[in-house]
Nanobody, 114 residues
């Protein structure tokens, strides 16, 4: 498994932006599919965006056009740029690394005020 450390969450007004970062340990980071998930109170954890080892991306319909996932192979880091944030984006955001098994970060809170 890989160790993941998220950062970049916080409180922002609706319409604002945040960038989440997820730093991964290990030398085979480039082989992992990386993803961002979120979980709001009382709801199930859901996929927000993912990026494969080859750079293919996938987004939840609710964030298409507003969020962008990217990865920096030299820094073993994956990012989630979140623009035009809405109150319904409020959740704990988790970084995920997948290669045969799942590894998860500790989560970072994102709160969007109206």
């Amino acid at each position: 498994q890989v160790q993941l450390v998220e950062s970049g969450g916080g409180l922002v007004q609706a319409g604002g932006s945040l960038r989440l970062s997820c730093a991964a340990s290990g030398s085979i980071f480039n082989l992992y599919t990386m993803g961002w998930y979120r979980q709001a109170p009382g709801k199930q954890r859901e996929l927000v965006a993912s990026i494969t080892s080859s750079g293919s991306t996938n987004y939840a319909d609710s964030v298409k056009g507003r969020f962008t996932i990217s990865r920096d192979r030299a820094k073993n880091t994956v990012y989630l740029q979140m623009n035009s944030l809405k109150p319904e984006d409020t959740a704990v955001y988790y970084c995920n690394a997948r290669r045969y098994v799942d590894s998860w970060g500790q989560g970072t809170q994102v709160t969007v005020s109206s």
